[in-house]
């Protein structure tokens, strides 16, 4: 008989690539230790899911669209204004150091098997669509969802 | 017999409107869903629980009143001195899209039975007293308090 | 028969002095509350268990080194460039009540036997090497060392 596997449930409210990273490195290390894993994305979050190439239509997504530069490939660590450094520092440190991209993260993330839920509501208000995420991010989900998952979780963490 | 209730418990660090917008809509999704929810406010993020008009006294009090503007009506995303955006583009989506405000969603935490309660060691350090916040804040109590409240709980989260 | 203690896991991925306090401060409420605590920093979070001399080599240490002043007793919280206040605020704050500071926190927490492990691909990124750290912080793990105690814990957290 089958033992049930274990889970880790994240809430990732955060699009700071920093933040992105961190999560991705958890989600992935869980999957690797054998756990099922579920990533519920919200607010900021939400760009991590997104398709390479778009624009929101309305006039908030396009402002978040300003705000974000569209994508996970665009994503800045959490103090790049502060000092002036940024996603090139970054990039440049992780290269250099055999680490993986964000977007190899994600695909790696995807192929362990991890789940992507983005939030109905963050959506709504940002106005982003089903259509402006890759195809593995679905369906989206209200908290309430999130709740159940996290119940059957042995770790839950908000990034 | 009845079953024990399950339990969310969270830590709310951020005075951010965006963090505290998740933090009320994961806590109010909990108890939507039969759990009883814990939420721990501390540092900036016990201005969540501050009256309507406020302001501290003491010196640290006033620079707190100043960097914050004294409640959670006033609070503004964690994003909006980078963009030049703000809490008026958030209370704009949100309200476009049926979405509860600050004061609604603390009213609602409250009505579904969720229990708030102030960091005293924090309240001590910022000069905030028992009688700034709304009455259904209370009691202040300790961090061995919170831990007590995690160790019953089946999610723990720190926003 | 003794009963096996209960867990805290956490991940400190902030270097702002205002959350790393915050990690400090429920760490140290768990360990008095007899449970066993494990701190797993990670990125910004690495520099807390700096020695207080240090500056890296490298062109990424360097930088690192010029964001961050080098240890424990350099952080601001995380608020300070938006409102120009800062460290000392905070300090002035926390010395007049009576709350420690941070190598007194530091200090508290391994007096308590929390444990200390910085993240090894993060101090690869970042050019940190385990002789720039105080000694008490060994050995460095990767993320599957941590989850692997978070799954033994009954509380989880992200900071």
Known sequence: MEEKKRKLSMVVFSGDMDKLMAAFIIGTGA???NMDVTMFFTFWGL????KPVN???GFFGKMLGLMYGGDIRKAGPSKFNFYGMGRWMFKKMMAGKGVLSMV???NLALELGIKFYPCS?????LEIE???FIK???PSVGVGFFIAEALESQITLFI
Do not use: I, N, P, W
């Open 31 to 33: 999957a690797a230790s």
């Open 47 to 50: 760009r991590a899911l997104k």
């Open 55 to 57: 624009t929101g239509k």
């Open 104 to 106: 190899e993260f994600r």
């Open 121 to 125: 509501m963050s959506m709504d208000v």
């Open 130 to 132: 089903d259509k402006d």
């Open 136 to 138: 593995e991010a679905q």
